[in-house]
């Protein structure tokens, strides 16, 4: 393993320490402020901050854009054109704020006044909210830039850093709304305003302190300007189509079954999301060093990235799927105690879908690298917006609920070969190479869980006996991957990084 990889392997590893804190005091957090306010005031911010949030996926497109511009630059070590870069992309998010401004205090302030389902008594606090997470999104959003650049260069213990000091202002906020005398609405929408402002100067005094080129300068670059616009607009496109499909499938569901199904394709969208996070802190970490090695021309060292990237963004989905799989009635029995019909088999299918994404994540990357990305997200577009016809039609004419599924899971290998198909462009790529290097040990490291599955189950009748289950599938896929999904150097490089971790405690006994 080089030490791009060993450094990907760091900086995972930090991003899944920032994942799990965000996560614990999102759970704590959520518990307490929904006794503070009630069920009622809690609604009211959710489905108010919601409209804000849904401006979310113009910011989104510009973010991936600003990543890929950082990390060329870097790639490239032309440090004068990086300053150049950031500050054409700081106007471009100027204009994108003041274009958000005006949406939101128009149609998104109409939209909360006159649509939502909001109790008289409580509209003058939902309008105050509103006003608090609009301002939240836009620090949120000129923080932009300055996070991009800590990816860019691979700085993710900034991350959890910065996680740690959010946490804790979580936790005041906590306590805050127990204590003062004031509307705890209105109070819980400005507190969490003023972390965003606390949030947004750590960043920008880091960024200007540790990297040149985050000093903002006027820069009249006419054609950088149209460039980073440009790419930002397919990507944008490709933003809107996994929204569409996502928000579009969900309405198709609630035309014919209800909102009973619908209920229970929430439930296994939750679930998705959250074994998501063990990939996307991976890919988080890699596409810099993707991006880097191509701006570079270091062919060889890209495709041995891409390559193991797409293995363990695989096997990082396996690893928390396998133990699951045949555990979900007990999970969700537990959890939810009545369980809506179809959560089981809808999860189970979003797991296989996530699994076949996962594998083709590393090279969407490579395609976003290049920079010519108008006809691969047209056609990206096109066949995730596909999902939405082809599940109307298929419950149009009888199919089972769960069909949309089985058709997402058919595109999402369509994709891939899609993904593939556009490598070739990418000097030293090989089709046989990846195969041979990714395809041929995911296939055979699955096939052996799916076997392993039916020997490796044991009853469920108490808590202890669930725990030993998952304990046991974990080790098992664990030990599995280590020794046939990994190559002899990449399990050195494991004993490598062990051994230094070791090591100094080791010397500091004696």
Known sequence: MSSSTSRIAKNTLLLYFRQILIMLVSLYTVRIVLNVLGAEDYGTYNVVAGVVTMFGFLSGAMATASQRYFAFDLGKQDYEHLKTTFSVTFQIYVLLAVVIVVLAETVGLWFVMNKLVISPERLSAAIWIYQATVVSFLLTLITTPYMASIIAHENMNIYAYVSIVEAVLKFAIVFLLQVLLFDKLVLYGFLLMAVSFIITA???????????????????????????????????????????????????????????????????????????????NFMQAVKPQIVKQYAAKNYDELWKIVFWGCKTSYFLILIAVFPLFSNLDYILTLWLKNVPEYTVVFVRLLFIETLVESISLPMATVNQATGKIALYQAIIGVVVILNLPLSYLALRYGCQPYTIYVIGIILMLGLVFVRLGFLKRVEGFSIKAIFNAVFIRVILITAILVVANYYLNLSKETMATFILDISIKVFFAAFIIYFLGLTRMERQSIINIVRKKIKPSNNSSK
């Not at 944008?236 to 619908?262: C, D, E, M, P, R």
Request: hydrophobic share 45%; glycine share 8%; net charge positive.
């Open 202 to 280: 750590i960043y920008r005094v880091y960024c200007r302190k540790h990297y040149v080129e985050c000093r903002f300068q006027f820069v009249k670059d006419k054609a950088l300007f149209k460039e980073i616009v440009s790419y930002s607009g397919w990507n944008l496109f490709g933003h809107a189509s996994t929204v569409l499909k996502n928000q579009g499938v969900s309405i198709v569901i609630n035309l014919f079954f209800g909102t009973v199904v619908n209920a229970a394709q929430g439930i296994a969208n939750q679930i998705r999301s959250a074994v998501t996070s063990f990939s996307g």
